[in-house]
């Protein structure tokens, strides 16, 4: 515009903005298949350890989770993977990862336990990858993996705990009422598709343990007939579907007032994508959830 001046890049005033730096790659621990059991007619435990044990970041919340990476059937490759050089030479045998929420740690034995659903019904794996992993891994068989990421656990001063979710939370959900005060009040509800896949899970005597089984539209219907009213010292967990959560935090904030500072709320899982359009999409619109 005509009659301003300019400073220029070399002007003392002005610092030329610093390079951004490449982000360190993020450590690979490489675990061995220890065990597994068929815990529900859809649902695998396997623990895993061994010395890439020490390698993991042990996070202490209850929603701790591991993004294990998954070579393609008959790729030949064995963790760990150098990513930079497949992604520049040969990109289609990159890992798929898979996020799966850490059942259980048990630092003495150096082990983690995930959980695996062993169907594809819901959209949420691609053709299987994690399922037919699990399904297929024996002893000695070795996967890589990064985290352990995670921010929740139940909080310590609550006087009431209300935790909603899936067979993709259930893992979470289960790490939470363990680590809940016995005293502690509340009411989980879990959303499942098929009744034998119920668990017995231990939780405190005080927090209800109601299962919601069929479609998963019931959620809301059950959180929809809640007295919410006094939510004074309510802590909530809500980590369903994408769609139904997007629902369900209308119900919760904007319908019962509760403060978004008391509620820990994500999709796990968006109907009809796999992982990888899940996860890009929590960048754009349709995936934000706030």
Known sequence: MEGMQTTTAQSPSVEAP?????????????LEVLGKTRISPRLLRLTLGGEGFSTLHRNEQTDAYVKLLLPAPGSGLQPPYDLDALRAESPELLPTRRTYTVRRWDDAAQTIEIDVVLHGESGEDD??????????????????????????????DATSHLLIGDHAALP???????????????????????????????HPEGVELRWVLGAR?????????????????LDVFCH????????LRRLLVKDAGIPREQISISAYWALGRIEDQFQAEKREPIGAID
């Open 172 to 202: 979470a959900i289960a790490a939470g009422l363990e680590a809940m005060d016995p005293d502690a009040r509340g009411l989980a509800l879990i959303h499942l598709d098929h009744d034998e896949d119920r668990l017995e899970l231990e």
């Open 217 to 233: 539209e019931q959620l809301l219907d059950e959180v929809a007939a809640l007295d919410l009213s006094d939510h004074e010292g």
């Open 240 to 247: 369903v579907e994408r769609g139904i959560t997007k629902q």
């Open 127 to 156: 053709h299987g990858v994690a399922a037919r992993w699990a399904d297929e891994a024996q002893p000695g068989d070795l996967i890589a993996m990064n985290g352990a990421g995670g921010g929740w656990s139940p909080a310590a």
């Open 18 to 30: 610093a390079a951004r730096r490449p982000r360190a790659p993020r450590p690979q621990a490489v």
